[in-house]
């Protein structure tokens, strides 16, 4: 009798499932993807605050871009460069002429 005792008690302690270790176990697991988790959600969150700073910056740089291209067709205008060519007593040219060839030439190797 003391034999078939000591059987069922071997079987009971095998097949018994360690909840204690498997609970420890899923705790410290929740506990560390909990904190990757956050680890990445941080990281996300502080490159979206970044990206909202470029953006607002390449739209400032774009305005100040079209201001200074108007800038830049507003003193090359006409009414802006006659006044200046007055002063700067230059001659106005009068007769131009042309070379013409009369007859083709064409480079022979």
Not at 39 to 44: F, R
Not at 52 to 64: G, H, I, P, R, T
Request: aromatic residues 8%.
């Amino acid at each position: 009798m003391i034999h078939s005792r000591q059987i069922k008690k071997q079987r009971q302690t095998a097949s018994s499932f360690p909840w204690k270790a498997a609970s420890v176990f899923l705790s410290v697991s929740c506990v560390v993807f909990g904190v990757i988790y956050l680890v990445g959600m941080n990281d996300l969150i502080v490159k979206g605050f970044a990206l909202k700073d470029l953006k607002s910056q390449v739209n400032m740089l774009a305005q100040e871009n079209q201001d200074l291209q108007a800038k830049a067709l507003t003193l090359q205008s006409y009414a802006v460069l006659s006044p200046r060519l007055q002063g700067l007593n230059m001659v106005q040219v009068e007769d131009v002429a042309y070379f013409i060839p009369q007859t083709p030439i064409v480079a022979k190797k």
